[in-house]
């Protein structure tokens, strides 16, 4: 690294061409600039086409070298994740859960905000990312109740995409839960394919993904980004 990085990162393994680095800086936590995330695709080792940079509590950054970019980047937050192409970002998303009421209408779960979780985890050919949201079911006011079950999304690290996975621990046993991601922006630079069987509607811009009467729902998506 060149002097403006040095002693930040260490690295902690590496599998199949994934390293993953933890910040070493003192507690302090910021955000790279643009050359200073060029410069870290300039020093990956040979081998390593994927940085995973480990900034937790509360964000996690895939840096992979790129044919058509200075370098692609996924920022993946408690809130959410970016993908940028370079310096311009190429799309914002964020997720969802919801289940089916009694009265026939779905109904929107809340983030239990100090319980989420973002870990990075070893996997048989890469990295995953996890991030685990529980959820209330219900909101009165400003009071919320009930147990609307937790949401695992597991982004699986690869060079030029992000494969996301979700489970939803379903705790109605009567009705069905569905799981959701919400594209906020997407440009030409990048596309999502919802590819599972348990894809069911598309509402605004919302995919959702819904198991039966009890049951969890799970699902698999794919973020790219396009090549020239």
């Known amino acids: 690294m060149d002097s403006r990085l040095i002693g930040l990162f260490v690295l902690v393994f590496v599998i199949s061409g994934v390293g993953v680095y933890e910040y070493d800086d003192g507690g302090i936590k910021t955000r790279l600039s643009h050359s200073q995330y060029k410069q ?47 310096y311009y970002v190429s799309a914002e998303f ?48 400003i009071r919320y109740s009930g147990d609307g079950g937790t949401l695992k999304n597991v982004f699986k690290v690869s060079k030029d ?22 594209i906020n922006r997407l440009e030409e630079s990048a596309y999502f394919v919802p590819n599972d069987p348990s894809f069911s509607e598309r509402e605004n811009e919302t995919y959702w993904y819904c198991g039966g009467a009890g049951k969890r729902p799970r699902c698999c998506s794919k973020f790219f980004l396009r090549r020239s």
């Open 94 to 141: 964020d997720f969802q859960s919801r289940h089916l009421g009694q009265g026939g209408g779905w109904l929107g779960h809340f983030r239990k905000t100090t319980k989420r979780e973002l870990t990075v985890e070893k996997a048989s050919d890469g990295v995953n990312v996890i991030l685990s949201v529980p959820y209330y079911a219900y909101r009165s006011g």
């Open 161 to 182: 995409r992000v494969k996301i996975s979700q489970e939803h621990s379903n705790p109605f046993k009567t009705l069905p839960v569905c799981s959701g991601i919400r």
């Open 40 to 86: 870290v695709i300039i020093e990956l080792p040979e081998g390593v086409d994927v940085a995973v940079l480990d900034a937790t509590p509360g964000k996690v950054e895939i840096l992979s070298r790129s044919d058509r970019c200075d370098y692609d980047l996924f920022r993946i937050t408690l809130d959410g994740a970016t993908v940028k192409c370079g």
